[in-house]
């Protein structure tokens, strides 16, 4: 199975606030769009960022071939022990997933 990476345009995530992270999947076409909006399950992607399913934020976007996810930063932006201030970071372990 192919990582998402390799099949989408471009994965970024980026602070949506202080206490929330948000990850946009650019399709760059509505058929890659449809294929990754029907393989990425919100149930996976909750685990993978390991926060529950209830907190996790889905928009899918077909205007714009974006699939985009919300999820609870782990510590609030600033803090000490903050690793990721801008949120830039976790964008990667989305896009190394393997999809159908």
Known sequence: MPELGSIVSKVRSKNAG?????IDVFCGDSDTFL???KSLKDEVV???YGVDRQL???FDIPALNVVKFSVPRPVVQ???T???MHGAGWGCLLEELEID
């Not at 202080?18 to 948000?22: A, E, K």
């Open 56 to 58: 996790l934020k889905r």
């Open 78 to 80: 600033g803090k000490r």
């Open 35 to 37: 294929r990754v909006s």
């Open 82 to 84: 903050d690793r990721d």
């Open 46 to 48: 909750a685990g993978l």
């Open 18 to 22: 202080p206490f929330w992270l948000t």
